[in-house]
């Protein structure tokens, strides 16, 4: 199953998609408020909002197996909430390009905490300055080599500001991350322009988690990345686990193209 991130659609995975079809079906969700799915007046488009979404289009599938969850952006985070949530459910989790953050008050080192405060002020910004981010994100959208894969519109700009604020400003990740029972693969390019080291360094030490550092990548999932997604599907750091405590081979998942 293929969480993206925010302000974008399943389109995320173009580059994903062709290295696991011959081994995997793939679930390619549109997540709640994005692409071609719903975007309901009552959703706050918290974590557990999104995950909530996921885990009604997982119920309609009837998937018996435990199943591998990749999370782009902030599809990981929503990912890493609903591995937490659901134990059984998931044998294995792929956080792609995850903007896990903490408060700029916990980070000791000046250089990380002074990055970790841009973020949060650019973040702040993007949402309070309408004109402006539709302008450019419409701007940066002619300038990448996939169709929509940056998709910030009139249509979605409540899901955007609500997801942003109460999905990335306001998360929870590393205490879901202490409470996933699956394997965790993080796989962060080291051009990533959102990424965190101070808060990296946290989760490599974390129990069952490895992190993988890809070169010449950025945030977006280009060939590079999508390789290394590939490979921590297929050849995982730890063995997946089906919900009986057998272990899995990345092979044998079995996943489903559906939308929420």
Same mark, same amino acid.
């Given at each position: 199953m293929l969480l993206h991130g925010i302000a974008s659609s399943s389109v995320t995975f173009h580059n994903v998609l062709p290295?696991?079809?011959?081994?995997?079906?793939?679930?390619?969700? #549109?997540?709640?408020?994005?692409?071609?799915?719903?975007?309901?007046?009552?959703?706050?488009?918290?974590?557990?909002?999104?995950?909530?979404a996921v885990e009604r289009t997982v119920a309609s599938l009837r998937l018996r197996e435990p199943f591998t969850v990749v999370g782009h952006s902030m599809g990981a985070l929503i990912a890493a909430r609903y591995a937490a949530r659901k134990p059984r459910r998931v044998s294995g989790l792929v956080m792609v390009s995850p903007p896990i953050y903490l408060s700029p008050a916990e980070i000791g080192d000046a250089f990380e905490r002074a990055r970790m405060d841009f973020y949060l002020r650019l973040y702040e910004y993007l949402r309070t300055n309408r004109d402006f981010t539709l302008r450019h994100a419409a701007?940066?959208?002619?300038?990448?080599?996939?169709?929509?894969?940056?998709?910030?519109?009139?249509?979605?700009?409540?899901?955007?500001?609500?997801?942003?604020?109460?999905?990335?400003?306001?998360?929870?990740?590393?205490? #879901?991350?202490?409470?996933?029972?699956?394997p965790v693969d993080v796989i962060m390019g080291n051009l990533d322009e959102f990424r965190s080291e101070a808060v990296l360094r946290i989760v490599e030490r974390m129990r069952g988690v490895t992190v993988r550092r890809v070169r010449a990548t950025n945030h977006l999932i280009g060939k590079r990345l999508a390789?290394?997604?590939? #490979?921590?599907?297929?050849?995982?750091?730890?063995?997946?686990?089906?919900?009986?405590?057998?272990?899995?081979?990345?092979?044998?998942?079995?996943?489903?193209?559906?939308?929420?």
């Open positions: 290295l696991l079809e011959r081994t995997h079906r793939c679930i390619a969700i #549109d997540l709640l408020g994005f692409g071609e799915s719903p975007a309901p007046a009552w959703a706050n488009y918290t974590l557990a909002d999104h995950a909530a701007l940066v959208q002619r300038l990448l080599p996939i169709p929509k894969a940056v998709d910030i519109t009139e249509r979605n700009w409540e899901p955007f500001v609500k997801s942003l604020q109460h999905s990335i400003e306001s998360q929870t990740t590393l205490s #879901d991350l202490a409470h996933v029972k699956a390789r290394a997604v590939a #490979d921590a599907v297929l050849t995982p750091s730890h063995p997946r686990v089906s919900g009986d405590g057998v272990a899995l081979s990345g092979r044998a998942q079995y996943l489903e193209a559906t939308l929420v």
